[in-house]
């Protein structure tokens, strides 16, 4: 296996907003990777959304609540200060 870049997350949600031409495919995912669909989904991908069946049109991403801990953990090593401090300087709220 090669070695993935330290934020494999973009390659991911690209890979998803294509899987879905492909049946086949995205029964593999679902299957097999569940847990992962459900984690991109929570921190914010409309095509895991998608994939899980959620309607996307007619739930907007700011409905969907991101947990805080988990985006930290995903991105920060788990330190939430330093997700709240960069979402501030960018005008989000955690």
Not at 1 to 23: A, G, H, Q, R, T
Not at 69 to 90: H, M, P, S
């Amino acid at each position: 296996m090669s070695e993935l870049p330290p934020n494999p997350f973009p390659v991911i949600i690209d890979d998803l907003c294509l899987i879905e031409k492909y049946p086949e495919w995205t029964n593999y995912v679902l299957n097999n990777h569940h847990v992962e669909v459900e984690t991109l989904a929570n921190i914010g991908s409309w095509a895991a959304r998608k994939l899980l069946g959620e309607d996307i049109k007619a739930t907007s991403q700011m409905q969907r609540k991101v947990d805080s801990q988990l985006l930290a953990e995903r991105f920060f090593f788990g330190d939430l200060n330093t997700l709240n401090v960069i979402a501030k300087a960018y005008g989000y709220e955690t």
